[in-house]
């Protein structure tokens, strides 16, 4: 069976996820929403360098709507809503890596009941949140009895990240400090993050209604830092950490978090990714306890800036390698730990059948 598929948005997740429904073997792409209007009515292939495939980018609703597909990758840069009820509402399931991760009742009800007006399925998924932060760290928790303590956390170099405008107006780097503690990233990454954490609490069995707090912390430049932004002058944020723990009977049981950094020099406080560079770790104690460290999810040094970022090929990945599962779920939001494994597909040459 083929599943008919529509992204919406084509940033630079919609690109990433665009090429990996192109090559999935059970997926077909039947249509693609755009935001810019220099992108309507053209071809989708035109649109990521690839020959033309024959479904052209629209951006209006209503055509999404009329399309007989069967999902729809959910990528704009931040979540409306009222478009996701509408999708849901047309009977096609979604797929997004914006939100709804693992919502209480109160933030779900909404879409809730659009999915069973719909008959179609809601599922969050991604990198972090969606992935390092409470998806995997539950599947190596299977390896361990008696577990106290649970940490997702991403150590990167956000000069590599391929989105300058998020980077400077949403992240807020090379603003004061004051602005960055005022802007709205730290509300941004808390709907997502405090899922994550809930996620692991409830599915793991901690008690006793843990407290979750957040913390931000900024460091500024000390000297002209170079960047895809511009150049980030003395006092300017160059980097940042934004931590979730969850603390029950007064011990830290869960602490996800991102360390981002505009490189490693010329910061106050002299903050580092340390002698491990660039990755993503999990830690879990139980008995026995699990340490470990994922490479190849941030861009290699002297990657040239054109380059796929492969943290964000990775989130679409994931959304992508999701589709046949929701599809198969019964109408609602379902969230990861209701959904079974996830996994990717052979590459295209290898599912073609012999020659």
């Known amino acids: 069976m083929r599943y008919r598929v529509v992204q919406w948005a084509t940033g630079s997740v919609g690109r990433a996820a665009l090429e990996c429904i192109i090559d999935h073997p059970e997926l077909e792409l039947v249509g693609c929403w755009v935001h810019s209007p220099d992108k309507r009515g053209r071809d989708v292939g035109e649109l990521i360098g690839r020959p033309a495939l024959g479904v ?37 399931n979604v797929v997004t890596p914006v939100g709804w991760f693992y919502p ?11 999915c069973l007006d719909g008959g179609a399925t809601l599922h969050g998924t991604g990198i972090d949140p969606g992935g ?11 390896m361990s009895a008696a577990v106290t303590f649970v940490r997702g956390e991403e150590f990167s170099d956000i000069r590599t990240y391929g989105a300058p405008d998020v980077v400077r107006h949403i992240m807020r780097f090379g603003a004061t400090p004051a602005e960055a503690a005022e802007g709205p990233m730290t509300q941004l990454l808390d709907g997502g993050f405090r899922q994550s954490v809930r996620m692991i609490l409830d599915t793991l069995g901690f008690t006793g209604f843990p407290q979750i707090r957040t913390a931000h912390e900024i460091a500024v430049a000390t000297a002209p830092i170079e960047s895809p932004i511009g150049t980030i002058e003395p006092g300017q944020v160059a980097g940042q950490r934004f931590h979730w723990e969850a603390v029950a009977d007064g011990e830290t049981v869960v602490r996800i978090g991102v360390n981002w950094l505009m490189g490693q020099q010329h910061l106050d406080p002299p903050w580092t990714l340390g002698v491990e560079g660039e990755r993503f770790e999990i830690e879990i104690d139980g008995d026995p306890g699990t340490f470990v460290t994922i ?32 599809c198969a ?27």
């Open 295 to 326: 490479r190849g999810w941030q861009p290699e040094p002297g990657d040239p800036p054109e380059a796929k970022n492969p943290g964000i090929a990775a989130t679409a990945a994931h959304c992508v390698n999701s589709i046949p599962y929701v």
């Open 132 to 142: 390092v932060t409470e998806v995997f760290p539950l599947l190596l928790s299977a």
């Open 104 to 114: 209480t009742d109160e933030q779900a009800a909404p879409l809730q009941q659009a």
């Open 56 to 92: 052209t980018a629209t951006d209006s609703l209503d055509e999404i709507l009329a399309l007989p597909a069967d999902a729809v990758i959910y990528a704009p840069l931040l979540p409306h809503p009222r478009e996701v009820a509408a999708l849901l509402r047309s009977g096609k």
């Open 329 to 355: 779920a019964e109408p609602g939001i379902r969230t990861s730990v209701e959904l079974p494994m996830v996994a990717g597909r052979a590459h295209p040459r290898f599912t073609k059948g012999p020659r």
